[in-house]
Structure formats: C-alpha cells, structure tokens
DNA sequence: ACAAAAGTGTTAAGCGTACACCCATGG
DNA sequence: CCATGGGTGTACGCTTAACACTTTTGT
C-alpha cells in the first residue's frame, strides 16, 4: 500500500490470509517479508470504507497469488490489546525507509489493530507467487515456520486448530490438490493436519464411502514404486459436503 | 453507554452478545430493547481503545446479567458493509431523542460498523436483567424472536449454527442448567440446537458414558409424573472434555 | 534380492439405532 | 383407568480398527 491510501481504509482493522497450499507431499504456507525487514508475515492488507471484509480478503489473496475464486473463510478475530508489540513495529517502519516522525505513518502504523484471520487453501502449482517491488514472497513448510511479525505465529495455530476441529465435518482437498491426485497426497493433508498417522487401507476405504472422488483412468507414475491411481472430485458431491457437511472422521 | 464517550472507544467496532438460557424447559435468548424505540437488539457495547475485546465482551455481559464468569466466546465478525441500515438507525436514534444534527452523535453512530459477535451461556435462574433507565430487558424462546433490530436475526442464526457445529466435540449445559437438573433437561438442549428429536433412552446412554455427570441422590417431583433423578457435572471432567474435546453425536 | 509404496480383503469388537416393557403420579 | 413422562434392557446391523499378503518397480 501507499501511504496516501490510507484515508480510504477502515482505522484500526487489518486482516491476515493465511493461505494453504500443498507440495512435494507437504502442507505449506505462504509467507511474504519485507526486503529490508528480517521477519517474515502473513500477507495481509486492510479494508476500503466501502468494501466488504471478505472482499478485502480475496483482494489481498488476487494481489499476492494472482488467484480469485479460491476458498477462503474467515476463521476469528485477533483482538489483543497488546498483539502488536509497538516497538517491533516502528522498527520495521524504520527498516523500511519510513522516517517514524512522518505523522501520517506513525498515526496509521502505530495504532492498535484488530485483525481478521482468514485461511484459504489454494492449488500450489497455479499460484504465481507475486513479489511486490520491495517484498519476497516464499513457503514454508508446516514443520519450518520462523518467528514471525507480531503474532502471526499464533494466527497460523488458530488457523490450523479452527480446520482441525471442521475436519470431521467438512471436507477439504479439493482446492489443496490438482485436478487428479493420489489418495496418499490427500491422506497426508488430513495427517498433518490431525497430527496423526492414519492406517493407509481404513482411509481409502473411508474416502470412497463417501462418494465424494472417483478413480479415474491414469495413474501415476513416479519413484521406484508400483503405479498408484489417480482420483479426482466429484465437484457437486464435494459441493454439497460442503455445504450441508458430511462424517468423515 | 454516554456519547461524551465515544472518543474512549475503537471507532467503527461494536460486539453483540448472544447471551442463552435455559428456562420453562426452553432455551431462550436474552434481548433488549430501547424504551422509545420499536426494535428488540442483541446486547450490545464498544471496546474501550485500551480494552481485550474479550474483556468488551465480559463487561457487556456482567453489565447486562449481573453475571461475571461465564461461558462466553467469540464466534464471527461481521463485516458487510450493509449490514446496518442507515435510515433503520436514523429512524433509531430520533426516536431515542438525539437530534441528527448533533455532530458527535451522528459520526459516531451512524458511520460504518463491524460487528463482532459473542454468544454466551448463562443460568437463567442467576440472572438479574439489569433494565436500564432507557431500556427494557427480557428473554425470547428461540421459537419466537422477533424482526430485530439491523443483522441482529443472521447474528443469533449464526450463532446458533456456530454451536451445533461444535455440538459434536464440545461439551454444553454445565453453564446452562443449575447445579442439579435432569437429563431430560439436558435433551431439550440438544434437541433445540440440534432442532431434531432425540431418542429418550439412547441420549441418556451415550451422556452417561461420557462420564461427565453424576446421579445425585435428590430426585425432582414435578407436573403428576414419575419423579425423575437429578444429575450434576462432573466439573474436572467437563473442563477437560471442553479443552481437549470429546465426541458426543 | 531388497526396499518402498500400492492394491486388496478379513475379522472382531464396539457403537448406534430401533424398539418394549414396566413404574409412578395426577386428573 | 388413562395419559404422561421416567427407568431399564435387548438385539440387530453397521462402522471402525487392527491387521497380512501380494504386486510393482528402481537400485
């Protein structure tokens, strides 16, 4: 943003994506960081006066991986009087090249935020990860997360223990995975989220029941292994699960 | 709350509360409602510029029930810029007797306001509705709410839907019924959120599996029935099953 | 030959569901 | 004596969890 956008946004409310994407059979966040500043942050962005939070949402999701039409949902409300520790905060203002006696940084940037927490799972291969001028944009393996700005280490937590705890109900994978896709790759999205093994045969079988993928005709073929088949979604059954939920787990 | 201290408070931000009790074998939900004006409202307070939201949201509730300690939590914002119609609250404020011209009056309530919304659950038994000078206090079966004030109807709709989904995997009814009720009681719970009936016999299975209550050695006579057993929480149990969850349906 | 990963099937135990009978009380 | 609601138990069927053997393929 630019600083002379400020006026246009609503004071005191930001949001933050915290955005899911899978590869290389891992479960992985994407992370952007300021160039002069050391500690990487969720991609975040604020809300016009007459904008919609959830739009504000998907735009700051179109902005930073040229995808719209994503699932995004938003997951809770940070509202910490403390979450932001002011100091660390004029210490990236400052990295970044903003004098801290500009009142107008200092107004916006110094104030207490609430944030919006949003997730959204997005199909890793379609993301172009878009760095702005100044900032790099990376993920990160669920396993390899730094210490991030303020508290979006705790954002990530909520993020994950909000889908943990819809697991059961709602299914997922859909926007996690290409259009075919292993059922070990979806096994592996449910593990790390459950922090759990799961018996390989007991969640196929589960998986089928519910007639929500169907094999389809290729397979894949990869390492020094026997083929496995390639699934896909059947989009409406996935749809409604969605919608009116479903047992899984 | 006084205008004089509008300047206290994070401009744009308000909560509402959707405060539960259990009374007359219903649950039901507790409203307000300005003396002058036609509309009942979910009660409803600002966060002070130095305040936890979830200290607003204690605050709210000990102001309006006399109640401190209870079951409250954060299940949604609500963020579409309409969601308050600016005429429906004009119309509100004249009727209060606050003159549109009043500059403080009008840039503070009628600008554009997230909502934050809070559901909670209280003993109805305990619960001394403060009625304001200005306000009327009083409790609506959930069967029987009327057209409220704003988005007020979607914010008890989504609460109520945020606490069925969690039904499965988090305990209720130690904060809603007295220390010994019965299981009967405790059904009709289930039932109203569930908006299904349940099998008499099955639910007292599965709730006395759970190990969370305990027979007591009282019994309740009532109505020219069979008096039937009073049970009580297990507190230790409960608090447990509430922090690491539990499957009940 | 071996390791790694995939395909397939069986079994026993536990849980959910549906249902029946008897008891107590007041009108 | 009947309606209403509570207490208790059973039986069937489905789901879940635990588990073994075989196949494919690259090194």
Not at 67 to 93: A, C, H, K, W
Not at 193 to 216: A, C, E, H, M, P
Not at 222 to 235: I, P
């Amino acid at each position: 943003m630019t600083l002379a956008d400020a006026n246009d946004y609503c004071p005191g409310i930001s949001l933050d994506c915290v955005i899911f994407g899978f590869h290389e059979g891992r479960l992985k966040v994407l992370l952007n960081k300021f160039s002069r500043y050391t500690k990487w942050m969720l991609p975040g962005g604020f809300i016009y006066k007459d904008e919609h939070v959830d739009a504000a949402a998907t735009r700051t999701l179109v902005n930073r991986t040229g995808l719209s039409d994503v699932y995004l949902r938003q997951f809770y409300l940070f509202g910490d009087v403390n979450r932001t520790n002011m100091d660390e905060n004029e210490d990236m203002l400052i990295r970044q090249g903003f004098s801290k006696d500009d009142e107008g940084v200092s107004k916006w940037f110094l104030q207490r935020f609430f944030s919006i927490g949003y997730y959204a799972f997005v199909e890793y291969g379609k993301v172009e990860a878009h760095s702005a001028m100044d900032e790099e944009v990376a993920w990160f393996g669920l396993d390899h997360i730094p210490p991030l700005y303020t508290d979006h280490n705790h954002i990530i937590d909520k993020a994950i223990a909000t889908i943990r705890s819809q697991l059961n109900s709602i299914p997922i994978g859909y926007e996690l995975l290409p259009e075919k896709f292993t059922l070990t790759q979806l096994r592996i999205i449910y593990e790390t989220l459950l922090d759990t093994k799961l018996d390989r045969r007991n969640f196929q079988r589960k998986i089928l029941s519910t007639g929500l993928v169907y094999k389809s005709d290729e397979v894949y073929k990869k390492w020094g292994q026997k083929s496995s088949a390639l699934y896909s979604f059947d989009k409406d059954k996935y749809q409604d699960a969605i919608k009116n939920g479903i047992s899984i787990f």
